[in-house]
């Protein structure tokens, strides 16, 4: 069974940087198509933050995040990561780590089959 496991989040304030880190069970990365970062607000639905092909390591952001945030990753460590730079309030949530072992839109939640437990990031203006 595949396990991912988020850490990293914490309380900022806005202008800070936090690191999200994502490892998941060996073995299982390589199997991986892409890796995504989703976060969810209060009252709001789950939300498309970044994605990672593994394979050839090309990333996607959705534009609320684009020139701040960046995502990684580390075939050796079999960990994926989030860089958040320039964080605002609006950026706070709960953030989750994803996994698709298939082809799909990247942006759907629905396109992965797996998900780390979450972890929170708040932003204080």
């Known amino acids: 069974q595949v396990q991912l496991v988020e850490s990293g989040g914490g309380l900022v304030q806005a202008g800070g940087s936090l690191r999200l880190s994502c490892a998941a069970s060996?073995?299982?990365?390589?199997?991986?198509?892409?890796m995504g970062w989703f976060r969810q607000a209060p009252g709001n639905e789950r939300e498309f933050v970044a994605a990672i092909r593994w394979t050839i390591g090309m990333t996607y952001y959705a534009d609320s995040v684009k020139g701040r945030f960046t995502i990684s990753r580390d075939n050796s460590e079999n960990t994926v990561y989030l860089q958040m730079n320039s964080l605002k309030p609006e950026d706070t949530a709960v953030y989750y780590c994803?996994?698709?072992?298939?082809?799909?839109?990247?942006?759907?939640?629905?396109?992965?089959?797996?998900w780390g437990q979450g972890t929170q990031v708040t932003v204080s203006s």
């Open positions: 060996a073995r299982t990365f390589s199997n991986f198509y892409t």
């Open positions: 994803s996994a698709s072992m298939a082809v799909g839109d990247f942006r759907d939640r629905r396109s992965y089959a797996y």
